[in-house]
């Protein structure tokens, strides 16, 4: 026998093609209508040159940046102190792409009606592609409101920091065509717990808004530490103080400020997150002395409300990639897509999917309206609760789309684990679970209105008895007062629950708001995906979230 005849010992079938190229704002029925709904309708030719990069290079660099993980030099060749985090290409490309099309920038300098929705529509689709790089991203974009606060400071870095040129180079702020911005917040003993760093800030003359200082002390967390500079927490004389912290002296030389190490992450492969030590590092106070929790906190909203679009992306990948796989794998001689409770799972998927979308474009659509009262109200709310609802639903969510996928999502050639190991750090960064249920009561307590503007916008459950119903229940826990801590958790899932339901019934497609309000106001809420209930249309829910590519 020739044993060369054997060589090929199989024929290779059953196998599902590549959804390399995709356009991911093409294939995305609900991100076209929710965008459009809220607004940014006018940004659709945008969203699709950005759906079509996202979907080809931009997801191929994704692997690569997170293959090829950024390194930390503390010295240079000749032993000279030099603080860099080297980045793979790809991980450059991917934030050229981004800055070149206004993710950090759009909304602050194109501020037309529905920007915020526009610039979320497109944050979405760059997080599909690789989420790592949305860290700096993020935290330049949210700098602006903070750095307009204290305008001799923001003459200079405001240009930079909304240029639409991306220039990684390592130089003093004056030599550079654009600039990112990172954060330093969180001490080791402290952690979400900020009032208790112990940073302290020295002034070099006078002191006050906008005057010099040097900086004593430590991050535990300081993401993304190649930024120009840092928004950062120390404590004056009057108390806890914001800081604007550049990598370079005014006389072009290096701050003093060193990085200890890169953390060693779960996810987030492809950004860098570090440890800091400021060492007499100069830094220029932002806003008002001892009111830095207050300065930085509009900042905070924004890093949380981009932790929502993050969740959703990676929920909306996640999903995409398993329809993508059960359209085309067969089991038994028939395509997975088509047997039932594949379709139950699917479409479960699906309504979580839309709903997670539906609820962070709305938020999009409340900050493109800062002026209106309601809306004010409805965002100090809503971006509490949609951070902690959406952040907690997509590891689950991502887990059982890797699951329909079999072995084929749980191997690295599969984009499925990169998304489930990122999945948790949008609900860890920016304040864990318990924190944002707590910041959900500190709104309702303490801020009037609040509470009455939830249930303006919730309404009488719009035609819906089982919404209705839900929403009374929901007023009569908060008249309930008793052990309301306790309760925090299961309170803010209902206020989630509530507004998906609503803003799903508002759109009007019966066969999405029926299913998600059968299955999510009906005590299956806690169960795994997959338990829809009888009755459901689910071939419509399924042609609508994961349309054949185009």
Not at 112 to 120: E, I, M, T
Not at 320 to 329: E, G, K, L, V
Not at 416 to 442: F, M
Request: hydrophobic share 40%; aromatic share 6%.
């Amino acid at each position: 026998m020739n044993a060369s005849q054997h060589a090929e010992t199989h024929e290779v079938f059953n196998q599902v093609p590549s959804l390399d190229g995709a356009n991911l704002y093409r294939v995305d029925l609900p991100l076209q209508e929710w965008t459009q709904r809220f607004g940014g309708g006018w940004a659709e030719q945008r969203l699709d040159v950005y759906g079509g990069l996202a979907g080809g290079e931009l997801m191929a660099a994704g692997f690569l940046a997170n293959e090829n993980k950024p390194l930390f030099k503390s010295h240079d060749r000749y032993g000279h102190r030099v603080d860099l985090v080297e980045f793979h290409p790809a991980y450059h490309q991917l934030m050229r792409t981004a800055i070149a099309h206004g993710l950090p920038s759009m909304p602050w300098t194109d501020p037309r009606a529905g920007a915020q929705v526009a610039r979320a529509a497109m944050s979405y689709l760059h997080s599909q592609a690789e989420a790592g790089s949305g860290c700096p991203l993020t935290m330049t974009f949210a700098s602006v409101p903070a750095l307009k606060l204290q305008g001799d400071v923001g003459e200079k870095w405001l240009p930079k920091i909304l240029s639409s040129q991306y220039d990684p180079r390592n130089l003093p702020i004056e030599q550079k065509t654009g600039a990112t911005i990172g954060m330093a917040m969180t001490e080791k003993q402290g952690g979400t717990d900020v009032r208790a760093n112990t940073t302290r800030a020295y002034p070099v003359g006078l002191g006050g808004p906008g005057q010099a200082y040097e900086l004593v002390g430590h991050k535990w967390f300081c993401s993304a530490p190649m930024c120009d500079a840092f928004l950062t927490l120390a404590h004056t004389s009057k108390g806890l103080t914001c800081f604007l912290l550049p990598r370079h002296r005014p006389d072009g030389t290096r701050n003093e400020f060193y990085i200890q190490r890169l953390k060693n992450k779960l996810g987030n492969c492809s950004n860098a997150s570090s440890e800091v030590e400021f060492r007499g590092a100069l830094a220029w106070m932002i806003g008002e002395e001892g009111r830095g929790v207050p300065t930085i906190i509009e900042m905070v909203s924004l890093t949380r409300f981009d932790c929502m679009i993050g969740s959703s992306a990676l929920m909306r990948q996640a999903l995409i990639q398993a329809a993508h796989h059960c359209a085309h794998r067969q089991v038994g001689g028939r395509l997975l897509s088509e047997q039932p409770l594949m379709q139950n799972v699917l479409a479960d998927l699906a309504l979580e999917s839309e709903a997670a979308l539906a609820l962070t474009l709305r938020m999009g659509k409340a900050l493109d309206n800062p002026h209106d009262e309601q809306e004010d109200k409805f965002a100090r709310l809503v971006t509490a609760v949609g951070k902690y609802w959406i952040c907690k639903r997509a590891p689950a969510m991502i887990n059982e789309a890797a699951e329909c996928m079999g072995g084929a999502g749980y191997v690295e050639d599969s984009i499925l684990p990169r998304l489930y190991r990122e999945a948790p750090v949008n609900s860890t960064w920016e304040g864990s679970g318990n924190v944002q249920c707590l910041d959900v009561l500190r709104a309702l307590s303490k801020e009037p209105g609040v509470l009455d503007a939830l249930f303006a916008e919730l309404g009488d459950g719009h035609g819906d008895a089982r919404l209705k119903t839900h929403i009374a229940k929901l007023q009569a826990d908060f008249r309930d007062t008793a052990d309301i801590q306790y309760r925090a958790r299961q309170l803010t899932e209902d206020v989630a629950l509530a507004l998906q339901a609503k803003l799903l019934l508002e759109a009007g497609n019966a066969a999405v708001s029926d299913a998600f309000i059968a299955s999510r106001l009906s005590g299956q809420g806690g169960r795994v995906y997959g338990t829809l209930p009888r009755g459901l249309d689910v071939e419509v829910l399924l042609a609508r979230s994961t349309p054949h590519l185009v």
